[in-house]
C-alpha cells in the first residue's frame, strides 16, 4: 500500500492539488501493482514565509492546464472552424502531421490539404491519455470515430482514429494523426 508525501507551497487551488494526486496515484501504479484505492496520496501545504531557497523567499509557480483539456478545446475549434481560437493554442515551431503528408506548421496547410480529400470531419471520442515525457511535453492521445461528407457530399461514419499530441508550457507544439479514411474511401 504506497504512501506518497508531497510538500507543496501554499497557493495551488483545490482542483490543481486533486490533479496532481491523481497524476501521482497513476504514476505509482506503473511500476507498483496497486488499485488506485490502495495508493495514498498526502499533501503538505507550507506558507510561503516557512520556505526559502538560496536565502530568498519563493512563490509557486502557477499550475499548467490539464495537456487533456487543452487538445479538447483545440479539437473543439477546430471542429467549429474558429481557427483564431485553435490558433492561439498552438506553440512555437508547432508541427503536424496526417496519413501520407509531409510536416504541415499552419492551419491553412491542413485546410488545404484536407480540402480535396472531405467536405467536413467531426470525432466522437472514445477517451484521451495523458502523461508526462522525458522531456519538456506533455503527451495526450485520443482516440475514438470519425463521421463527416466525403467531397460529393456522401456522409461516412465509423472509421478509427488516434491523435498524438504533444503539449508544451500549456500550447500545442506537435500533433501526430492515424486513421482508417484511406481504406474506407479506397473500399468505395
Given at each position: 500500500m ?38 495514498t ?22 499550475a ?8 479538447r478545446?483545440?479539437?473543439?475549434a ?20 496526417f ?81 482508417d ?8
Amino acid at each position: 500500500m504506497p504512501v506518497i508525501e508531497l510538500h507543496v507551497l501554499e497557493g495551488y487551488s483545490a482542483a490543481d492539488q486533486s490533479r496532481l494526486c491523481e497524476a501521482l496515484t497513476d504514476a505509482v501504479r506503473i511500476v507498483v501493482p496497486a488499485p488506485p484505492e490502495a495508493v495514498t496520496v498526502i499533501i503538505h501545504e507550507m506558507p510561503v514565509s516557512g520556505y526559502m531557497r538560496g536565502r530568498q523567499h519563493r512563490t509557486p509557480a502557477p499550475a499548467l492546464p490539464c495537456p487533456s483539456d487543452t487538445v479538447r478545446e483545440f479539437l473543439a475549434a477546430m471542429e467549429a472552424r474558429d481557427l483564431e481560437a485553435a490558433q492561439a493554442m498552438l506553440g512555437a515551431g508547432f508541427c503536424m502531421t496526417f496519413p501520407g503528408t509531409q510536416a504541415m506548421h499552419s492551419l491553412t496547410e491542413l485546410i488545404d490539404w484536407a480540402a480535396p480529400r472531405y467536405r467536413f470531419v467531426t470525432k466522437t471520442y472514445e477517451g484521451f491519455d495523458a502523461l508526462q515525457s522525458q522531456g519538456a511535453h506533455a503527451v495526450v492521445y485520443c482516440r475514438g470515430t470519425l463521421s463527416g461528407e466525403w467531397p460529393d457530399g456522401t456522409p461516412f461514419g465509423g472509421i478509427r482514429f488516434i491523435d498524438r499530441f504533444e503539449v508544451t508550457a500549456g500550447l500545442l507544439t506537435r500533433q501526430d494523426v492515424w486513421n482508417d479514411i484511406a481504406e474506407v474511401k479506397g473500399a468505395i
